[in-house]
């Protein structure tokens, strides 16, 4: 007779990115003060820095069995609560993790951009529709970025989405598919290729271009 047993237990990784969130919910809340009262006198506003942290956990070897056929062994990572007994377990490790969550400036302490991009149809062949993709970063101030790299890919999983979870087939980049922004013009220019049956079957496919932390999606599909 097969039993169930449920396990209150969680990923280290998931562990970690609760406090990351916490953090993160605590600072926002601290941005959204407004800097004056309601008599026009400035608020004193505070930020979060860095946090330290140190987690106490319990690393569990352990063998799951359901009825007859034998599962196969593993490990669960449990916090560690002041009522949890001493005593030392076979197979029961207890661990300390620490480390230190530190804010950093936006886009690595440089000066913060944006990216804009535009595609050109160039010709059609019996097996691929070819496709100019121009990439620009640009400034606050709308100047462009002079000797930014730039990456260009291929998003799979997005595109899938928004064909309808039906396949895509990955494009043929023509020559590198990241580059420096040039000093005419500010762009990277990349080439692709895109299966001319799917082209023709209205099938969109998406790019995600990135630099440093800026991120922005292409879409290309047939008019």
Do not use: C
């Not at 496709?131 to 400034?139: D, L, M, N, P, R």
């Not at 291929?154 to 580059?179: C, R």
């Amino acid at each position: 007779m097969s039993s169930t047993t449920t396990t209150n237990s969680l990923a280290l990784h998931e562990i970690v990115l609760s406090i990351a969130d916490s953090l993160n919910e605590a600072q926002e809340t601290l941005r959204s003060v407004s800097p004056y009262d309601e008599y026009g006198r400035p608020n004193t506003l505070y930020q979060l820095p860095y946090l330290d942290f140190n987690l106490e956990v319990i690393s569990q070897f352990e063998t799951s069995q359901t009825g007859s056929s034998t599962g196969g062994n593993g490990i669960r990572f449990i916090p560690f609560r002041s009522t949890e007994t001493t005593t030392k377990n076979q197979g029961v490790i207890t661990s300390n993790i620490s480390g230190r969550f530190v804010a950093v400036m936006p886009n690595e302490g440089l000066p913060q951009i944006a990216l804009s991009a535009i595609t050109k149809f160039n010709e059609t062949n019996s097996e691929y529709a070819i496709y100019s993709i121009a990439v620009k970063a640009v400034q606050p101030n709308n100047e462009f970025v002079i000797g930014q790299r730039i990456e260009i890919n291929f998003d799979e999983a997005t595109s899938m989405d928004l064909n309808s979870k039906m396949s895509v087939s990955a494009p043929v980049f023509i020559g590198a598919k990241d580059g420096y922004t040039r000093a005419d013009d500010g762009n990277v220019y990349v080439q692709v290729k895109l299966k001319i049956a799917e082209y023709n079957a209205g099938r969109t496919f998406v790019f995600k271009a990135n630099s440093g932390t800026q991120f922005i999606s292409i879409a290309i599909s047939k008019p």
